[in-house]
Structures are given as structure tokens and as C-alpha cells.
């Protein structure tokens, strides 16, 4: 594992109908609903650190701080970027923030941590 701080990646999507609170049951109206906002957020941080793992390793998440800010209609471009800011041992902390053409959508911080893959998988179905 070779991760420093400063590893960046992003997401752009259009909030489609199965993106929205009313489709995934956060709610009842057709914006981007929180949890996918997070799911967003969090595939950026994979995307930032999977070139730099070794092989047989991966990262599962631990904690999140997400304040959604702005709702996202049906059609809007959202893009979501994430910066590695600290590494410390097996612990990574991203900073994360989405945005579209106008204004932030919402920020926050997500945590993972470094695993062996197959232990961990052997861990889970016990």
C-alpha cells in the first residue's frame, strides 16, 4: 500500500429517476436522495485509492460525515470530488464535496480502512 494524502478522483452523473429519494425510499420527491449521494461519495473514494492498494486489498467504510446542502432535480449534472487527507496506518480520511452548476450540493468526510481482502471475506461469513 502506497497512499499519501492528496489522491483526488470524481463522478459526474445526471440524477435520473432511480437516483432520487421517491425511487430509493428516503423520501417521496424526485431529487437525489441522500443515501445515493453517498454511494456517489464513496465510489469516488474507491476510484481515488485502487491503483495505489496492493494486491489482495481493499478498503471498507467505516464513518461518514455528509451534510446534503441542496436538492438536485430530475436532469441535473452533479459532480462529486473526493481528496485523500490523511493517512494514518490502515485508516483513510476523505474530504468529499458535490456540486453542480450552480451551487454545493452537499460535503463531508468518509473514513475507510485498509483490509486484506479474503481475511476480511472470511470474516464476514463466518
Known sequence: MTLTPGLR???LIVV???DT???IGSGDVPVLATPRLLALAEAATVRAVERHLAPGETSVGTRVELEHLAASP???HVQVGVELTEVDGRRLVFAFEAHDKHTVVGKG???RIVVDRARFLARATR
Open 21 to 23: 429519494a421517491k425511487r
Open 74 to 76: 430530475l436532469g441535473t
Open 16 to 18: 435520473e429517476m432511480e
Open 9 to 11: 478522483a470524481q463522478l
Open 109 to 111: 468526510t468518509i473514513e
